[in-house]
């Protein structure tokens, strides 16, 4: 009787279902994106220090960027994607949105190691939006010598 009890009062139970569509409808519906308008960003690579020492001519690492950077699988055709300025000792990169940040250290890495700099300069993130160029801090303890 126990076992045939529990079958007849679980029969009678069920299970209750929200009033509304079925949940695979409960989605809202995508945005509609503006085909027109690309988001631009703008990041900034600032060379004060060496240009400071004149080691470096920011007129040509500009070059160098205009030259280098590819778009659409071939480097050198910037088009309206992509806009290099220079602005005193730093060279800022307005481009539309998928465009990296990391390929603008790579590309000023290889700049570095075009004009033999790469040993002492090196490239860091400021903020999100800034690259900055510097030397490397070398702490020499008990040299008199500087």
């Given at each position: ?27 809202a ?41 590819k ?34 250290k ?5 700049f ?30 008990g040299?008199?010598?500087?």
């Amino acid at each position: 009787v126990g076992l045939a009890g529990a079958i007849a009062i679980g029969e009678h139970h069920q299970v209750r279902r929200p009033l509304g569509p079925p949940r695979r409808h409960a989605m809202a519906p995508a945005k509609p994106t503006k085909a027109g308008k690309k988001k631009q960003v703008k990041f900034v690579i600032d060379c004060w220090q060496p240009v400071e020492d004149s080691v470096l001519d920011v007129g040509t690492f500009e070059k160098f960027l205009k030259d280098s950077i590819k778009v659409g699988g071939k480097a050198g055709n910037l088009g309206d994607a992509v806009n290099v300025a220079m602005e005193k000792t730093k060279v800022v990169v307005s481009a539309e949105t998928p465009f990296s940040k990391r390929y603008l250290k790579y590309l000023t890495k290889k700049f570095l190691k075009k004009q033999q700099l790469r040993d002492y300069l090196h490239v860091i993130a400021t903020n999100k939006t800034t690259y900055e160029m510097r030397y490397f801090s070398i702490n020499s303890e008990g040299d008199d010598d500087q």
